[in-house]
């Protein structure tokens, strides 16, 4: 079990310089150094090296070389399943400890960071791990002069971009199946959020993955995530972040080489209330989960509570309650249940769309405000808003902070209206002790998921996509598989 007194034993060790993994070897990045200040307390924690373009070009130069060696890429699929069950087996030796860091840099509590990042990741490895040599090739129904062959092969080099937010558990989705199927890999963790990419890139190495099968260039998304979009040896990009940078991915990629792009983007995901779900007390408990753990930096984050009009108030009141309740703070401090928002500017952001929504006529029910500014972090009472309008912007636009936007409905009809309205469709949730209008609602709604009578909690068996403007492909289950395998067809006349 987990004490407070591990965790303040931790949390003082140095924090080791970062630096690229280019070719087996860690590297000073071309571009410089840049600062990495924790949310925790704004203080400096270390550097890290700004890699540019000519260090993603080595990168990738690296990551070909690798996959046509063939080391890794030919190497026989229960050979690679005995290493990634070994990357497996580190991120679980030193959970609590990667945990500890990546609260330090991004500032996720610390509850829900131990679960989801190192464990996470050594779960998403096991799981491709057993996956790998369990994926067949083909033989197709052809004519008895005809044989027809599916091949199902690596597509070489992989790109994979991932966010501050939920950094290890994110890129082990990406990471875990492309290595699983024999491709070479060049990582690109977010510059607010890159510690734990980099332990566990290390733990790789040592754990027998060959050099330049995974390499890893951090710095500026503008920079070292810009040319590696644009790289002409890039056969696969894959990104979870937000929907403007989706946008600049996929023009990259007509640009450049057309690769594949897959993306997981942002979300607007509603979490709707009817009044026969089977419990109210719970429905109000798992709503404030849904939106404030980690302080509201999730991207399926049920930010748009939709309640029926007969227990609007009622329930309004309960999360209202429920969310004041929330201990906000230290997020190395195992009592607290919100930890901190990544950096000034987003809180600043955050601020904002609480202060436009009031503009626009929402009412501020609980929380809002900036707290605990004389620590020197950056700390935000969750806020709950009512009276939101389908058309103002805290209904509409992805805010990635504490803040809940509540709407009322009429019926099951205007649920499914209001639900839809959005360019998004990553997640949802439908709360009803009716089994039909759960059915019902599973069909209408247009997202990659639909949660009923929950919210979150999927694990790797099911997968995670987006619809609409939420983006294509999907993380997690065999599905995320595809996004790294090339079919190819052999025709034989016999």
């Known amino acids: ?90 991120l679980e030796a030193e959970a609590l400890e990667i945990a500890v860091l990546g609260v330090r840099d991004n500032g996720t509590e610390l509850s829900m960071a131990l679960k989801a990042e190192p464990l996470g990741a050594a779960n998403t490895f096991r799981y491709y791990a057993e996956a790998l040599d369990k994926i067949y090739g083909e033989i197709a129904p052809t004519a008895p002069d005809v044989l027809g062959l599916v091949h199902r092969g690596p597509v070489g080099v992989v790109g994979a971009i991932v966010p501050w937010n939920m950094p290890m558990m994110i890129g082990a989705w990406k990471l875990a199946p492309a290595l699983a199927m024999g491709n070479s890999v060049v990582l690109k963790p977010a510059e607010l959020a890159s510690l734990t990419l980099l332990r566990l890139a290390a733990i790789c190495t040592e754990c027998g993955l060959p050099e330049g099968v995974l390499n890893v260039v951090t710095g500026k998304g503008s920079v070292a995530g810009e040319a590696l979009s644009r790289h002409g040896d890039v056969d696969v990009l894959a990104f979870t972040g937000s929907n403007g940078v989706g946008r600049q991915l996929l ?70 309650r429920q969310t004041a309740a929330m201990r906000v703070g230290d997020p190395l401090d195992l009592t607290t249940e919100v930890g901190a928002v990544v950096s000034e500017a987003q809180l600043q952001q955050n601020l904002s769309h609480v202060a436009t929504a009031e503009a626009e006529g929402a009412r501020r029910v609980t929380g809002g405000e900036r707290i605990l500014q004389e620590t020197g972090g950056t700390y935000m009472r ?36 209001l639900a839809n309205d959005t360019t998004f469709g990553l997640a949802s949730a439908v709360w009803t002790g009716n089994l039909s209008r759960a059915h019902r609602m599973v069909a209408a709604i247009d997202a990659g998921v639909v949660h009923v009578n929950t919210y979150g909690g999927s694990d790797l068996t099911v997968p995670l996509g987006g619809h609409r403007q939420s983006g294509n492909g999907h993380d997690k289950s065999l599905h995320a598989l595809e996004k790294y395998i090339n079919l190819k067809t052999a025709w034989f006349q016999l």
Not at 23 to 39: F, I
Not at 284 to 309: K, P, Y
Not at 387 to 401: I, K, Q, S
Not at 403 to 409: D, G, Y
């Open 1 to 90: 079990m987990t004490t407070q007194a591990q965790i303040d034993a931790i949390r003082t060790k140095p924090v080791p310089q970062g630096r690229l993994l280019i070719a087996g070897e860690w590297q000073d990045g071309r571009g410089g150094e840049t600062q990495v200040h924790s949310p925790l307390d704004g203080l400096p924690l270390t550097r890290i090296a700004a890699g540019d373009a000519s260090d993603v070009d080595r990168a990738v130069a690296a990551a070909r070389n690798a996959f046509e060696r063939g080391t890794w890429s030919r190497m026989a699929p229960a050979a690679r399943k005995k290493i990634l069950h070994r990357i497996a087996d580190r």
């Open 251 to 320: 023009i990259a990629s007509a640009q450049s080489n057309l690769k594949r792009v897959y993306l997981e983007l942002g979300g607007k995901s509603p979490n709707i209330v009817f009044a026969d779900a089977p419990d109210l007390d719970r429905a109000a408990r798992v709503a404030t989960q849904a939106i404030f753990r980690n302080a509201g930096q999730v991207c399926v984050a049920g930010s748009r509570l939709l309640v029926e009009q007969s227990v609007h108030d009622e329930f309004v009141e309960r999360v209202a």
């Open 382 to 417: 969750p806020a709950v808003m009512d009276r939101v309008g389908p058309g103002m912007a805290l209904a509409r636009e992805e805010v990635f902070g504490p803040v809940l936007a509540v709407l009322p409905f009429r019926d099951e009809a205007e649920a499914v209206q």
